[in-house]
């Protein structure tokens, strides 16, 4: 069986903080780009965090950086997304999604285009209110 997992979404409150993974089972992370996106209710889907194995390069968006990381436990075939400071305008099911490896300097391209992902996860809903 060949799939993502997300987990680790709930309720949290305003500049609280949530760590969520994604499982990949079927398939190894290791040789995959990865990327993290999030999409609220009645809004499109957005590229937040994407990470590429072949130049070591991650992209983020603008608004998340310096508050949201990525990470990875090889062992465990699972990627981390930290998210620290969460402000109420990002809550959104948070999507993980893999692709083949990645030509040089081209991580934003995917990130951004969300095109050619070969996996995807269902979500996981993250709600940041007081």
């Known amino acids: 069986q060949v799939q993502l997992v997300e987990s680790g979404g709930g309720l949290v409150q305003p500049g609280g903080s949530l760590r969520l993974s994604c499982a990949a089972s079927?398939?190894?992370?290791?040789?995959?780009?990865i990327g993290w996106f999030r999409q609220a209710p009645g809004k499109e889907r957005e590229g937040v965090l994407c990470?590429?194995?072949?130049?070591?390069?991650?992209y983020y968006t603008d608004s998340v950086k310096g508050r949201f990381t990525i990470s990875r436990d090889n062992a465990k075939n699972t990627v981390y997304l930290q998210m620290n400071s969460l402000k109420p305008e990002e809550t959104a099911v948070y999507y993980c999604?893999?692709?083949?490896?990645?030509?040089?300097?081209?991580?934003?391209?995917?990130?951004?285009?969300?095109?050619?992902?070969?996996?995807w996860g269902k979500g996981t809903l993250v709600t940041v209110s007081s």
């Open positions: 999604a893999a692709h083949m490896p990645l030509e040089k300097d081209t991580v934003q391209a995917m990130c951004v285009s969300q095109h050619g992902m070969d996996y």
């Open positions: 990470f590429s194995s072949t130049d070591s390069s991650t």
């Open positions: 079927g398939f190894t992370l290791d040789y995959y780009a």
